[in-house]
């Protein structure tokens, strides 16, 4: 008896057992196992490259500024501008004040996401690099992810093709893409996306 009031006090964390569980239990887990993506960057198929304008691209998976799993194929239906930019770059630093104005701007329709290649030192960005782009830019609701130069493919095929800093990858709503640019212009940057919208 005091095994029983000693375990009850004292007792193990408890696991699920598929089993006996209910069906709603089950529910919950099986869709909290499927949040948790196997793979990151640049996931790569037959069906899917980076090569040029009317591609469809290949889904991207990173970590966003809130440290949440981020994927492009989420967001399917939306035009979307992906922002390559760099802590070190001095002109990345520049445009990036535009990505949230340009958000609350355009709406739910549209997602302005920047993609940190790399942090002050050329390495992946760290968390606090990012934190402070995201506070410097004043980012409320456009993702700021965390990327590295494994998303970067001069042929296209297995990662985007980045020519300089920033670079923008404008996607229509079927995530093709539509153009893309190397530098910040304000008044193209806008007419595409009013194109596409």
């Known amino acids: 008896m005091l095994f029983f009031i000693l375990l009850s006090m004292f007792g193990c964390a408890a696991e699920l057992d598929i089993e006996s569980a209910s069906e709603e239990e089950q529910i919950e887990q099986v869709e909290t196992e499927d949040e ?5 960057g640049i996931i790569n198929s037959d069906d899917c490259d980076q090569l040029s304008i009317g591609s469809d691209v290949c889904n991207m998976v990173l970590y966003d500024h809130n440290e949440e799993v981020w994927q492009l ?5 939306k035009v979307i501008l992906l922002d390559f930019s760099t802590v070190w770059c001095g002109p990345c630093q520049n445009a990036g004040h535009y990505a949230q104005p340009l958000q ?3 709406g739910d329709d549209f997602l302005f996401v920047t993609v940190l290649i790399d942090g002050a030192t050329g390495e992946p960005p760290t968390k606090e690099e990012v934190d ?7 980012i409320t609701t456009s993702p700021v992810l965390y990327g590295n130069r494994t998303l970067l493919d001069q042929t296209g095929e297995t990662g985007y093709k980045i020519g300089g800093y920033p670079t923008y990858v404008f996607l229509d709503q079927n995530l093709q893409i539509h153009v893309g640019t190397v530098g910040f212009n304000q008044p193209y940057i806008r007419s595409i996306i009013e194109e596409l919208l």
């Not at 402070?132 to 004043?138: K, L, Q, T």
């Open 104 to 106: 609350d701007e355009y």
């Open 73 to 77: 194929y989420e967001h399917e239906g």
């Open 132 to 138: 402070e782009w995201v506070s410097v830019h004043n």
């Open 36 to 40: 948790i993506p196997t793979e990151f």
